[in-house]
Nanobody, 124 residues
């Protein structure tokens, strides 16, 4: 499956962005989809995940500010980011997994097999 992120950009602190992830090449919806980010000099971290039953999980750093959603019909996914902070500056990636819901919620990077190329978010 091919994943393409879009919607990144530069915003001021307190602003909002919506990231999109378009998937192609798979005829069935992924049971687990997630958003990850990697800041300069840091490792990649999971920030939000959603399973096929619409159960979501979030990293503490983004909880109450970010919202993940998906559209199973076309295997697309979104990340609504509000009240952005400079520490949110990173490359953001979407990824899919075949993990069961309990594993999906843990956002373990090795369980996500398909990745996009990323979209940059810069908050000043």
């Amino acid at each position: 499956v091919q994943l393409v992120e879009s919607g990144g950009g530069s915003v001021q602190a307190g602003g909002s962005l919506r990231l999109s992830c378009a998937a192609s090449g798979r005829t069935t919806s992924s049971p687990c989809m997630g958003w990850f980010r990697q800041a300069p000099g840091k490792g990649r971290e999971g920030i939000a995940a959603i399973d096929s039953n619409d159960r979501t999980s979030y990293a503490d750093s983004v909880k109450s500010r970010f919202t993940i959603s998906h559209h199973l019909a076309d295997n697309s996914m979104y990340l609504y980011m509000n009240n952005l902070k400079p520490e949110d500056t990173a490359m953001y990636y979407c990824a899919t997994s075949t993990s069961a819901p309990n594993i999906c919620a843990t956002m373990q990077i090795p369980t996500f097999l398909d990745w996009g190329q990323g979209t940059q978010v810069t908050v000043s």
